[in-house]
Nanobody
Framework: QLQLVESGGGLVQPGGSLRLSCTAS????????MKWFRQAPGKEREGVSC???????NYVGSVKGRFTISRDNAKNTVYLQVNSLAPEDTAVYYC???????????????????WGKGTLVTVSS
């Protein structure tokens, strides 16, 4: 069964950290660029980070230096380490898969093949 399942969200205080995970099944994970998006209450979804099948990474400016994306092809899992969290990082975080052989990736959502259902991150004191 094809699916992306996110986990690791929760309530965290400002300045705190979380590690989000997304485990894939039903497709050849290693052939896909993997991406993280988020949608804050009342706002449009935005791309946060991506990692290509070759391991090249990219980030939206607001999270550079705070978030780190990584992947483990043996576990069919992509991670997003989120540090120095602020209230404006509160959102539902979604992972997504895009079939691509490109060395680089972008945080756009034009060519997404599969979406997860999301995990909620709430940053509040």
């Amino acid at each position: 069964q094809l699916q992306l399942v996110e986990s690791g969200g929760g309530l965290v205080q400002p300045g705190g950290s979380l590690r989000l995970s997304c485990t894939a099944s039903g497709f050849t994970f290693a052939n896909y660029a993997m991406k993280w998006f988020r949608q804050a209450p009342g706002k449009e979804r935005e791309g946060v980070s991506c990692i290509s099948r070759h391991g090249s990474t990219n980030y939206v400016g607001s999270v550079k230096g705070r978030f780190t994306i990584s992947r483990d092809n043996a576990k069919n899992t992509v991670y997003l380490q989120v540090n120095s969290l602020a209230p404006e990082d509160t959102a539902v975080y979604y992972c997504a898969a895009e079939y691509s052989s490109n060395y680089y990736c972008t945080v756009g959502d034009d060519d997404i093949n599969y979406w997860g259902k999301g995990t909620l991150v709430t940053v509040s004191s």
